[in-house]
């Protein structure tokens, strides 16, 4: 079944490898190239005007990865077959789906590794840093750390359960589509809100004390007395908490797959 499955989406996987491998060679030439520069801000925001764009690679991977894996199946008429064999459309759904869910969060956390690393190059001592903040900037968020695995699995998880709910491959990857960026939205506006802020008390200045502000406390004269602020080395806190939720969503969407393959005769 694992062959089976390998040879029916080859065409996924190499094309996602080849990709990974491009990101990767311009990620390293632009970083290196950043390390000896005067100007490193110059560098990043060449590159990030093209890399801020890959945020949407879930969306991708629900088209082309998710949404044909069960649709295709059906319009083909080939699940006639391969539910009449010694394989059990259990066994048959769990493997292809556990096969490419396990490869498309690798591939995910393979790429928020590389992007870790080259935001890693650029200083955090010199001049306009907030450029590479990736706790501030919502995504540099999604595309590093262990969120892209999270978001990489949902989308293809998302993907597969639209087509075995629709059964056609078109109106799968519209579905697909629609609610992988509708999550995407969802989820940036209320990322704030994986933990409550700490209340810092601040001078007349009102001067930021070194985080994400998300409110400003005021006396009754307008004076700014206290901000509520997630601290950046809360960075991994939310990574963790926004993977969990988004793996949960797509175990979810994976029962609802299972049962919609049940109840097709």
């Known amino acids: 079944m694992l062959w089976l499955t ?16 491009v990101v990767g060679t311009l990620l390293l030439v632009n970083g290196s190239s950043a390390a000896s520069s005067r100007d490193p801000a110059a560098h990043f925001r060449d590159l990030y005007t093209y890399l801020s764009w890959l945020q ?21 008429g080939t699940t006639k077959l391969a539910w009449t064999q010694s394989v059990s ?6 493997t292809k789906l556990g096969f490419l869910a396990v490869l498309a969060t690798l591939a995910g956390l393979a790429f928020g590794a590389m992007m870790q690393r080259w935001l890693e190059v650029f200083p955090t001592n010199r001049g306009d840093t907030s450029f590479t903040n990736r706790f501030d900037n919502p995504a540099l968020f999604a595309m590093t750390g262990v969120a892209p695995g999270a978001w990489w699995l949902l989308g293809f998880v998302l993907g597969t359960a639209a087509g075995a709910l629709v059964r056609k491959t078109l109106p799968a990857i519209a579905v697909t589509i629609a609610v992988t960026v509708g999550l995407m939205i969802g989820v940036t506006n209320v990322r704030d ?3 409550e802020p700490q209340l810092v008390t601040v001078g007349s200045g009102g001067q930021d004390p070194g985080g994400r502000v998300v409110e400003m406390v005021r006396d009754a004269t307008g004076e ?7 601290p950046q080395d809360w960075y991994w806190r939310f990574q963790w908490t926004e993977a969990a939720i988004l793996i949960g969503f797509a175990i979810l969407l994976a029962g609802v797959a299972a049962v919609a393959v049940r ?3």
């Open 89 to 94: 459309r259990f066994r048959w759904l769990g």
């Open 224 to 230: 700014i007395t206290a901000l509520k602020i997630l």
């Open 6 to 21: 390998y040879r029916q989406h080859r065409m996924q996987l190499l094309v996602t490898v080849a990709a990974l491998i």
């Open 56 to 76: 949407v690679v879930p969306v991708a991977i629900g088209v082309f990865w998710g949404a044909p894996l069960l649709a295709n199946e059906y319009e083909r």
């Open 263 to 265: 109840r097709r005769s």
């Open 193 to 195: 809100l994986y933990a």
